[in-house]
Nanobody, 122 residues
Framework: QVQLVESGGGLVQAGGSLRLSCAAS????????TGWFRQAPGKEREFVAVISWSGGSTTYADSVKGRFTIARDNAKNTVYLQMNSLKPEDTAVYYC???????????????WGQGTQVTVSS
């Protein structure tokens, strides 16, 4: 079992930055690919970014490429999502999830956190 807790969300103006954290307990994140997803009201949960367990491979959604950076610190069992140049359309609940594999689909992931709200005002 893996328990995931997201933090770092909040209200920010367009153009601002936030850093989200995903802290794991129960089992180490070291052997899992870890992804960030987001879900806006009335929309389906969508892929944002994923990082391999080694940190050597990352993939981003086109909508966040060049603005968001995913990173991990396995010693702290934590994965981060640095979000810069935020836009109102980035407003959503952000979730982290872990996978024994790799992917962009929600079905690829085994464990999920409860989410943290990010609101970007115009």
């Amino acid at each position: 079992q893996v328990q995931l807790v997201e933090s770092g969300g909040g209200l920010v103006q367009a153009g601002g930055s936030l850093r989200l954290s995903c802290a794991a307990s129960g089992r180490t994140l070291r052997w899992y690919g870890t992804g960030w997803f987001r879900q806006a009201p009335g929309k389906e949960r969508e892929f944002v970014a994923v990082i391999s367990w080694s940190g050597g491979s990352t993939t981003y959604a086109d909508s966040v490429k060049g603005r968001f950076t995913i990173a991990r610190d396995n010693a702290k069992n934590t994965v981060y999502l640095q979000m810069n140049s935020l836009k109102p359309e980035d407003t959503a609940v952000y979730y982290c999830a872990v996978s024994t594999g790799w992917g962009r689909r929600t079905d690829d992931y085994n464990y999920w956190g409860q989410g943290t709200q990010v609101t970007v005002s115009s």
